[in-house]
């Protein structure tokens, strides 16, 4: 695992850019998988910078889906399928046919995970999936004790990741779904390249958790150290309640230029 430390969150967007960048210059009809939350929005910021300024095409990429509330109506503005369109899908120029996600308003949602699984597989596999991380650990919607090992499935949400995402519901906790459909954290470790941005105070305790502590389903993202390409790009703040963070600092300053991010 490469764990960066950069000075503030635009920093950070703007290196996992510039990475994604070279991904599709390198191949053109990447496979993206994208994350929701406010933390990647400077990624999709910067991204679409980039490409407005001429500096990488786009046109041929392909964007997936991480996870999806169960139960919202269809266009509701939050549901992920929504908020995935206009934060990055429409910014980058893509239309709608570059786009695929778990179908939160099935009526069989077991069909709809396992559905999408093969999906992914079908159309290649992710190339560079973008994580945020919960306060309590958690990636997609693996909340704690999620099997290292599942595949898209239906999860019930904690009380503090509905309180946590009550900001997005007009503050009300009411009106924040109980289910989602989320990738497994299997599912997550088939992409080629994982990405994991956390930024702020709220963080730091599960960035020090994921990148130093144990492998647990305790603390989902902590399966990103089973990964053999896992980056988790940290702002101080987030990096604060890290052990190693001098010597992260010093691995990433004496980097070799030609392995990118
Ligand atoms: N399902 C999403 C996650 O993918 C995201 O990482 C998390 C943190 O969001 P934020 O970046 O807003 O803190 O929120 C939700 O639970």
Redo the contacts with the bound molecule.
């Keep these: 695992m490469e764990v960066v430390i950069v000075p503030n969150a635009e920093a950070g967007g703007e290196l996992i850019a510039e990475g994604i960048a070279g991904l599709l210059r390198r191949k053109p009809d990447a496979l993206l998988g994208v994350?929701?939350?406010?933390?990647?929005l400077p990624i999709y910021t910067a991204l679409t910078a980039k490409v407005r300024a001429g500096a990488v095409d786009v046109s041929r990429a392909r964007i997936a889906q991480?996870?999806e509330y169960v139960g919202l109506p269809a266009g509701h503005p939050e549901s992920?399928r929504s908020t995935v369109l206009r934060q990055v899908v429409e910014p980058l120029g893509l239309g709608p046919d570059a786009f695929m996600g778990p179908d939160g308003s099935a009526e069989d949602v077991q069909a709809a995970c396992e559905a999408y699984d093969r999906a992914l597989a079908e159309a290649g596999g992710v190339d560079l999936q973008i994580?945020?991380?919960?306060?309590d650990g958690?990636?997609?919607?693996n909340e704690p004790c999620s099997s290292l090992a599942s595949r898209t499935r239906i999860k019930t949400l904690t009380e503090q990741?509905r309180v946590?995402?009550a900001r997005f519901f007009d503050g009300d906790i009411e009106q924040v779904p109980h289910h989602?459909i989320?990738q497994g954290i299997g599912t997550i470790l088939d992409a080629r390249h994982l990405v994991l941005l956390a930024?702020?105070e709220?963080?730091a305790e599960a960035v020090a958790q994921t990148v130093e502590g144990p492998v647990a389903a305790l603390v989902p993202a902590s399966a990103l150290q089973l990964h053999p390409h896992a980056t988790v790009v940290v702002d101080e703040a987030a990096a604060s309640r890290l052990k190693l963070a001098d010597y992260f600092r010093h691995t990433y300053a004496n980097k070799p230029t030609w392995q990118g991010l």
């Design positions: 994350a929701t939350g406010s933390t990647p991480l996870d992920y994580l945020g991380i919960g306060t958690h990636i997609g919607f990741t946590d995402n989602v989320t930024t702020g709220g963080k």
